[in-house]
């Protein structure tokens, strides 16, 4: 589960995210 706090972390985090082959998931705060 991950949480971005901002635009850049919400980038770096995504990008992680599609690589790892494990499930994931993406809250976008509002």
Do not use: H, S, T
């Amino acid at each position: 589960v991950v949480l971005p706090r901002g635009p850049e972390q919400a980038k770096g985090l995504l990008l992680a995210c599609i690589r790892d082959p494990n499930p994931i998931v993406f809250f976008e705060p509002k």
